[in-house]
């Protein structure tokens, strides 16, 4: 079965670089959802999309920004990059909000900042 | 503050035994619970999950009983195989409240013994 597909798999970037990541949900999945994983640490979540449109906020630097396309694929982009933003990022994608309807996670992107 | 929590870094288990793997939570808010997988370079895998109107919920080898007075939940795998040798994070949200995103615990690391 068609998985999460995210790329790319790495990135290395420098400092007050930008950088953008992709996410491709499962098909006929609509709602997609963004999680940070630094080193030794669970996943902390980001933001969220329902039907193209934002649905939920955490944790997100105002450096970064997100959206959903018509293809309910979504980006990530991220500018001035910092240090501290090297971490594993991952997407998951669900049909719906409601009738708990678990999250599958993509393999995820690891951006390293130089 | 850690709203999931899963206080055992690691568990060995002999093949062909019982596994359990334990988490608390302390959001009262929370209403569904999920079970995730997660190799090294690989995403989070689905594994299980239970709505807080239920106590128990089992498929195949795997079960997560729930109990909400504790607010604490357990996944039990049995028999445990060695290629159930991954680390587990338990996951909640609350849906009746409108919040979709996952909180996650910080993981337990199962090793199956052969």
């Known amino acids: 079965a068609a998985g999460v597909i995210q790329s790319p798999r790495h990135l290395i970037k420098e400092k007050r670089e930008t950088a953008t990541l992709k996410c491709y949900p499962i098909p006929r999945h609509d709602t997609v959802y963004w999680y940070q994983q630094g080193p030794g640490q669970d996943p902390q979540f980001l933001i969220s999309f329902y039907e193209k449109m934002q649905s939920d906020k955490g944790s997100i630097p105002d450096r970064f920004s997100a959206q959903q396309f018509s293809d309910y694929h979504s980006e990530l982009n991220m500018s001035s990059l910092e240090l501290g933003d090297s971490a594993l990022y991952f997407c998951?994608?669900?049909?719906?909000?409601?009738?708990?309807?678990?999250?599958?996670f993509g393999d995820g992107t690891r951006l390293s900042i130089l | 503050d850690q709203q999931v929590k899963q206080n055992s870094p690691s568990l060995s288990v002999q093949e062909g035994r019982i596994s359990i793997l334990n988490c608390d939570y302390t959001n009262s808010m929370f209403d569904y619970f999920l079970w995730y997988k997660k190799y090294p370079a690989e995403g989070p895998t689905f594994l299980i999950s239970i709505s807080s109107i239920k106590d128990k919920n089992e498929d195949g080898r795997f079960t997560v009983f729930l109990n909400k007075s504790a607010k604490h939940l357990s996944l039990h795998i049995v028999p445990s195989q060695p290629g159930d040798s991954a680390v587990y994070f338990c996951?909640?949200?609350?849906?009746?409240?409108?919040?979709?995103?996952?909180?996650f615990g910080k993981g337990t690391k199962l090793s199956v013994i052969p």
């Open positions: 998951a994608s669900s049909l719906g909000q409601g009738g708990n309807q678990p999250q599958h």
């Open positions: 996951a909640a949200s609350g849906i009746g409240a409108g919040s979709y995103q996952l909180t």
